[in-house]
T-cell receptor, first 114, second 113 residues
Framework: NAGVTQTPKFQVLKTGQSMTLQCAQDMNHEYMSWYRQDPGMGLRLIHYSVGAGITDQGEVPNGYNVSRSTTEDFPLRLLSAAPSQTSVYFC?????????????FGPGTRLTVT | QKEVEQDPGPLSVPEGAIVSLNCTYSNSAFQYFMWYRQYSRKGPELLMYTYSSGNKEDGRFTAQVDKSSKYISLFIRDSQPSDSATYLCAMILSSGGSYIPTFGRGTSLIVHP
């Protein structure tokens, strides 16, 4: 199993550009989440999904969109990039109804917005 | 005030020392408690989880939860340089059937030879 994969690993955007961060998992997990990690701020939940077709907002959803058309994929879209979105983005998945505690994280995408 | 407080460190200890990492929380409805380890430029990985007050041991690691004081700890015995990483505590608050974790900011641990 590849686990949780994320692409790209690195990305530089100009302010106002849009892009999609890809996340895929091959473990048939129902729960998937997107986090951003900033120095001194820890992991903050952006959006999450409890199954295909179902998504919900986390702590910091503004400026991001998600959709979940398949169990495997959970892309994160930046609509109009801003310097405040410079961060490391992690995707995670889990198989339990207790979606939090056995999360498997991807390697992250380092995004810089200039 | 964040719901979960964690000292960012860094915490620097000599090899072989006993390490104590701690988190406090304000919401008594948190039910499950986890510790994640994150190496530099990697994603977090689950180290331990527990849902009851008391201790849970796994090799050199012991997780301790005190719900009455809203305080959790991770102890590392015989610390090794390979334990150098950031340790994140996380807690789950059941919300409408979806379990959403809240993370602490992480404590950076450095174990020097």
């Amino acid at each position: 199993n590849a686990g949780v994969t994320q692409t790209p690993k690195f990305q530089v955007l100009k302010t106002g550009q849009s892009m999609t961060l890809q996340c895929a998992q091959d473990m048939n997990h129902e729960y998937m989440s997107w986090y951003r990690q900033d120095p001194g701020m820890g992991l903050r939940l952006i959006h999450y999904s409890v199954g295909a077709g179902i998504t919900d907002q986390g702590e910091v959803p503004n400026g991001y969109n998600v959709s979940r058309s398949t169990t495997e994929d959970f892309p994160l879209r930046l609509l109009s990039a801003a310097p405040s979105q410079t961060s490391v983005y992690f995707c995670a998945s889990s198989y339990s109804d207790l979606g939090g505690y056995e999360q498997y994280f991807g390697p992250g995408t380092r995004l810089t917005v200039t | 005030q964040k719901e979960v407080e964690q000292d960012p460190g860094p915490l620097s200890v000599p090899e072989g020392a006993i390490v104590s990492l701690n988190c406090t929380y304000s919401n008594s409805a948190f039910q499950y408690f986890m510790w994640y380890r994150q190496y530099s430029r990697k994603g977090p990985e689950l180290l331990m989880y527990t849902y009851s007050s008391g201790n849970k041991e796994d090799g050199r690691f012991t997780a301790q939860v005190d719900k009455s004081s809203k305080y959790i700890s991770l102890f590392i015995r015989d610390s090794q340089p390979s334990d150098s990483a950031t340790y994140l505590c996380a807690m789950i608050l059941s919300s409408g059937g979806s379990y959403i974790p809240t993370f602490g900011r992480g404590t950076s641990l450095i174990v020097h030879p």
